[in-house]
T-cell receptor, first 109, second 114 residues
């Protein structure tokens, strides 16, 4: 079966750095996406990785290792507004997104 | 910029009743999707459409039907609602159904079936 694993919840301090991990087992791989979802709102796109390595976009970076079935999202200089759920999703061989359950990130002052 | 709109925002529905959730996008995207989101689970694909006039089944299609008469609209119908269909429903669209195409989400419809 297809499976995306990510921690259920994480806590971090304002101004710090946090890394959210995602491991996956899917039938085929056509890219990995990270989305942010604030409570009661729609998911919004953060990043896309299809090749191994690190993609940096401002305070957010995303890393992919296809051989290990592993990705992480790195958030730097955390702000209170970063409190949200972070969803990892893999596009499988049928070009359908398989979603993890999301990691709820709590930022404390 | 509207993007994707969904209606209604929320609804309470009696079991056995039918209902259509509406989704409209103004980005001229070819592909559209319906997901449900339940606590502790990832988003699950119900149905999708790669282009106007075509639809396909996702991971959890039972009890739901869709149509895609034109590019902009992609309604989701529950013919006879059951309590297990209580969920938050998100409509999404992407330019195509290809690997690099980002999916953009509507604000969601919160449905409670009693």
């Amino acid at each position: 079966g297809q499976n995306i694993d990510q921690p259920t919840e994480m806590t971090a301090t304002e101004g710090a750095i946090v890394q959210i991990n995602c491991t996956y087992q899917t039938s085929g791989f056509n890219g990995l996406f990270w989305y942010q979802q604030h409570a009661g709102e729609a998911p919004t796109f953060l990043s896309y990785n299809v090749l191994d390595g690190l993609e940096e976009k401002g305070r957010f970076s995303s890393f992919l290792s296809r051989s290990k079935g592993y990705s992480y999202l790195l958030l730097k200089e955390l702000q209170m507004k970063d409190s949200a759920s972070y969803l990892c999703a893999v596009m499988d061989s049928n070009y359908q997104l398989i979603w993890g359950a999301g990691t709820k990130l709590i930022i404390k002052p | 910029t509207a993007g994707i709109t969904q209606a209604p925002t929320s609804q309470i529905l009696a079991a056995g009743r039918s209902m259509t959730l509406r989704c409209t996008q103004d980005m001229r995207h070819n592909a559209m999707y319906w997901y449900r989101q339940d606590l502790g689970l990832g988003l699950r694909l119900i149905h999708y459409s790669n282009t106007a006039g075509t639809t396909g089944k996702g991971e959890v299609p039972d009890g739901y039907s869709v149509s895609r008469a034109n590019t902009d609209d992609f309604p989701l119908t529950l013919a006879s609602a059951v309590p297990s269909q209580t969920s938050v429903y998100f409509c999404a669209s992407s330019e195509t159904s290809g690997d690099t195409d980002t999916q953009y989400f509507g604000p969601g419809t919160r449905l409670t079936v009693l």
